[in-house]
C-alpha cells in the first residue's frame, strides 16, 4: 500500500515528466520553423515548463523523492509522430502548429488526471490549479494560431 506522501511523488513526478515532455517538443518545434514569431513562441512555452518543473521538483525533494528526470512513453511517441510529420511535411507551419496542439492536449490532460484524482493533497493542489490555468491558456494560444495559420 502507498502512503500518502508516496503518492504524492508519483502525482507530482507524473506532471514533472509531462513537463519534460513538453520541454522537449517545444525545443523541437523550434527547430522545425524558420518563422521568428514561432520560434519565440516557442521558447516561451518551454521556459513555461522549466518554471513549472521546477516548482514541481521543489515539491518532490521537500517530501524526501527523487525528482523524475524522464519523460513519458507517450511523449517519445508524440515526438517520433512529429519527426515523421516533419520530415513529410517539409516543415509546413500548419502541422507544427498542429502537433504542439496536440502536445498541448497531452499536457491538460494529465493535469486534469492529477488533480481529478483525488489522491492530490490541498496543499499542492493550488501550484497545480494554477499551473493547469496557465496551461489552458497557452492551449488556447497555440489553437488561436493553428486556426488562423495557413500552410506555406
Wanted: proline residues 2%; glycine residues 6%.
Amino acid at each position: 500500500m502507498e502512503t500518502n506522501e508516496s503518492q504524492t511523488i508519483k502525482l507530482l513526478n507524473d506532471l514533472i515528466r509531462i513537463n519534460n515532455d513538453r520541454i522537449e517538443g517545444y525545443e523541437r518545434a523550434v527547430g522545425d520553423t524558420d518563422d521568428p514569431k514561432l520560434k519565440s513562441l516557442f521558447h516561451t512555452m518551454a521556459q513555461e515548463s522549466r518554471k513549472f518543473k521546477n516548482e514541481l521538483l521543489t515539491e518532490v525533494v521537500k517530501l524526501g523523492g527523487t525528482p523524475e528526470e524522464g519523460t513519458t512513453a507517450s511523449g517519445k511517441i508524440f515526438r517520433a509522430w512529429m519527426d515523421f510529420k516533419a520530415a513529410i511535411a517539409g516543415k509546413d507551419r500548419k502541422s507544427i502548429i498542429s502537433s504542439c496542439e496536440f502536445g498541448e492536449d497531452a499536457a491538460l490532460e494529465t493535469y486534469h488526471e492529477v488533480m481529478n484524482s483525488g489522491k492530490l493533497p490541498a496543499q499542492y493542489f493550488h501550484i497545480v490549479k494554477e499551473q493547469d490555468r496557465n496551461l489552458h491558456h497557452s492551449h488556447d494560444r497555440i489553437k488561436l494560431i493553428r486556426d488562423t495559420v495557413k500552410s506555406l
